[in-house]
């Protein structure tokens, strides 16, 4: 089973910038794909960044070039450094793991409990 914490949401105004972390803890035997997916109210959840474990990076259109995903392997812990933050990426940001917890099994999913980002004046 893994484990994965969320911190670092919380208010601020536009323009304005936050970094977001979550750190997997468990037993497993890699961690592959690491991202952030968000969901406001009364829509969908979406694709906010993505990942791999060699650090190759997708971001959503909407958000390319103000926020960057990275990793720490060694820590197993995610960042989400949002920059020049908008009303519209008011949300809750869940984080998520591919986890794999063998060589012969297939990726296994993991979700946080999410954070919420409120970008207001």
């Known amino acids: 089973q893994v484990q994965l914490v969320e911190s670092g949401g919380g208010l601020v105004q536009p323009g304005g910038s936050l970094r977001l972390s979550c750190a997997a803890s468990?037993?497993?035997?890699?961690?592959?794909?690491m991202g952030w997916y968000r969901q406001a109210p009364g829509k969908e959840r979406e694709l906010v960044a993505t990942i791999s474990s060699s650090s190759s990076t997708n971001y959503a259109d909407s958000v390319k070039g103000r926020f960057t995903i990275s990793r720490d392997n060694a820590e197993n812990t995610v960042y989400l450094q949002m920059n020049s933050l908008k009303p519209e990426d008011t949300a809750a940001y869940y984080c998520?793991?591919?986890?794999?917890?063998?060589?012969?099994?297939?990726?296994?999913?993991?979700w946080g409990q999410g954070t919420q980002v409120t970008v207001s004046s």
């Open positions: 468990g037993s497993f035997y890699l961690i592959k794909t």
């Open positions: 998520n793991a591919a986890v794999l917890h063998s060589l012969i099994n297939s990726p296994r999913q993991y």
